[in-house]
RNA sequence: UGGGGCGUCGUCUAAUGGCAGGACGUCAGACUUUGAAUCUGAUUAUCAAGGUUCGAAUCCUUGCGCCCCAGCCA
């Protein structure tokens, strides 16, 4: 019999680098990059590749690169370059002083590019973009061969020398790769490779007007760093001969290999840069680190550790099948984690006014609450009982349905840590509205304990009456549907869930939370877990986001019941 | 349509010609001062059809389905 611990299942990346490193190649060495575009967030798909890239080169004891692929100056900026940092060492790894920037190759690259021109193997195209796109044929028809494939050596270094001194507009001319314009694989048909534009560059300003493109610049900074796995995503495959063409052309001894595995795909939520981008400027939501956003930033304050993102990443594996991830999973690894190391605490969202009419008025005793039921070395806290608190108004009704066993009229209750609780009177308003419980306690039951066995079934949660008010945010899915940009005839937003944020100003918090620094964790007995906003939380105020609910098998039970 | 890739429980993922295993989910139960956690049990899968073989998820053939590619984006 085999179970997971006894097995050490590899992913086919594992294996391959172990392989690879078995075999001695590229001397035992194993080095990998993470190379990300600085023209947007960080996701939790880039957390899957960062703990590939990162991971891979700690199992293997190699290194792992951050590299920021900055080729093209219309969409990137430094303001991305700085989350990214920020994102990646949060999640917990590091790339020493290896911080690279595919612009600081710009010079290298240019040289390659000669070189590639003198090998006879690239050429200036003086193609319009729509003519280029046009002479490039399609699936079924192979393309044609450029009017300006055969210019000479000379003739093109001198237009590739004259491009980059500024001399032409954006788009005049391009430099392609010569390969083969009747290949079966379009990208082979004579990709271009650099292309002229007179654009302010984040980091090399006004330095370049021309600028290299994926293809060229990606595989080459691959081998300028040593880079021996080079790892992306199933739609880069189709590029892989371009990326060995051109390695082939220039580069001598070790090389760079690129192996790509599925992207990851999450239910109830939608992945891509540019729609998230979208949401961010139409104000869907408050910003790329908006807690519903299922950006690395957006996690990070919603209340995810990076522990659960790690846990995440290896429980949903890695291959090459494209497929969906349950947003089940996410939350369970979340849960999981939280449920170890987050302090107990209580607070009651919609409070409804419980007095208790055998208490002695003016007393207040404190009682001694445990920060977790199966942790003792947590320690314990005070919280102070007097003759009115506040429940849950979920955790009464007046006429309770089947399976209810909270509390209701005649029936008793524990309130978590403290008494016996027993409703004696329901009080409203003019309208009917229940506003107070009028209830009688047990002293025999100090601490919750049950005297001589009485069982109670419920269990509530309570603050007291002087509790402090604090705001809560509950945050839910931000789309309603699992899928919410399969289909193409319909705008991803119109799934937007809108109820994916609610916000309460009215909770009631026990003494201790008013305190809670900010990015602190708690569970709120009975309701999910918190995280204190590192933004909006001020001194004696905190702000709590609810991370994730607990798991609620009783909404389940009463959904069944309809 | 040409090329490339991928098809294993509801979902994700193992198997490297030798008992289809694990996790999540679901269901049932135990326990419970959180309807949480924990524990126990159950549940369900090799895209199809042929072939090779003592033996096929795995190899071969044919078919089917899904994904990617026709940016001077990455």
């Known amino acids: 019999m085999t179970t997971s611990n006894e097995t050490q299942a590899r992913n086919f990346l594992q294996e391959i680098v172990a392989e690879d490193k078995q075999a001695g190649k590229y001397g035992g060495r194993v080095h990998t990059r993470f190379p990300p575009e600085p023209n947007g967030y960080l996701h939790i798909g880039h957390a899957k590749s960062i703990c590939i890239n990162f991971g891979l080169a700690q199992q293997y004891g190699g290194k792992c690169n951050l590299r920021l692929d900055d080729t093209n100056p219309l969409t990137e900026d430094t303001d991305y370059v700085e989350s990214i940092q920020r994102d990646v060492r949060w999640l917990g790894f590091d ?86 314009m009747a290949s079966p694989n379009p990208v082979l048909r004579d990709p271009p490779i650099y292309r002229i534009r007179h654009a302010h560059h984040h980091r090399t300003g006004d330095t370049w007007c021309i600028y290299p493109l994926y293809d060229f610049a990606h595989c080459l900074s691959d081998s300028i760093e040593g880079i021996t796995h080079s790892i992306c995503t199933l739609e880069f495959e189709n590029r892989r001969p371009l990326y060995d063409w051109i390695v082939d052309a220039l580069i001598k001894g070790e090389r760079p290999h690129q192996y790509e595995f599925a992207r990851l795909k999450l239910t109830y939520t939608v992945m891509s840069k540019r729609k998230l981008l979208q949401m961010v400027s139409d104000k869907s939501v408050s910003g790329w680190d908006d807690p519903r956003m299922l950006t690395i930033s957006g996690l990070r304050r919603r209340g995810f550790t990076p522990e659960s993102l790690r846990d995440f990443a290896t429980r949903i594996g890695v291959s090459k099948s494209d497929s969906w991830i349950d947003m089940g999973v996410l939350e369970l690894s979340i849960r999981e984690d939280l449920n170890e190391r987050a302090p107990r605490a209580m607070a009651v969202l919609r409070p409804l006014k419980v007095v208790v009419t055998n208490y002695p ?91 001589e066995g009485r069982k109670v079934k419920g269990t509530l949660h ?98 069944k019941g309809k």
Request: proline letters at 7%; one cysteine or more.
């Open 462 to 559: 309570w603050v007291p009456g002087t509790a402090p008010t604090a705001e809560v945010r509950l945050y839910d899915r931000l789309f309603s549907v699992e899928h919410p940009d399969k289909d193409k005839d319909r705008d991803f937003k119109e799934f937007l869930n809108p109820n994916s944020l609610e916000v309460i100003t009215t909770a009631r918090v026990e003494p201790m939370l008013a305190q809670a620094a900010p990015e602190s964790r708690f569970q709120f007995e009975r309701l999910g877990y918190f995280y204190a906003d590192p933004k909006d939380s001020t001194a004696g105020r905190p702000v709590f986001n609810r991370t994730v609910t607990l798991k609620d098998s009783w909404t389940k039970e009463q959904a």
């Open 361 to 451: 008025e003016g007393q207040t005793e404190m009682l001694e609450v445990a920060n977790h039921p199966q942790k003792p070395e947590l320690g314990t806290r005070q919280v102070p009982f007097s003759r009115e608190l506040f429940i849950e108004a979920d955790d009464f009704q007046e006429v309770p349905q089947k399976g209810f066993f909270r509390l209701a009229p005649g029936k008793e209750v524990r309130l978590r840590s403290a008494y016996f609780i027993k409703c004696e009177e329901v009080i409203k308003d003019a309208a009917g509205n229940v506003t107070e419980l009028r209830c009688t306690y047990d002293p025999a039951t100090r601490g919750g304990d049950s005297p």
């Open 95 to 180: 790339w020493d002083d290896r911080k690279f920037f595919a612009s600081d190759y710009f010079e290298k690259l240019y040289a390659f590019a000669e070189q590639l021109i003198r090998q006879g193997q690239a050429y200036v195209c003086s193609l319009t973009a729509d003519e280029i796109s046009e002479w490039r044929g399609d699936f079924t028809t192979p393309g044609r061969d450029s009017p300006y494939r055969n210019r000479t050596v000379e003739e093109n270094l001198d237009l590739f020398r004259r491009m980059r001194a500024g001399e032409f507009p954006d788009g005049k001319h391009t430099l392609r790769a010569k390969i083969d």
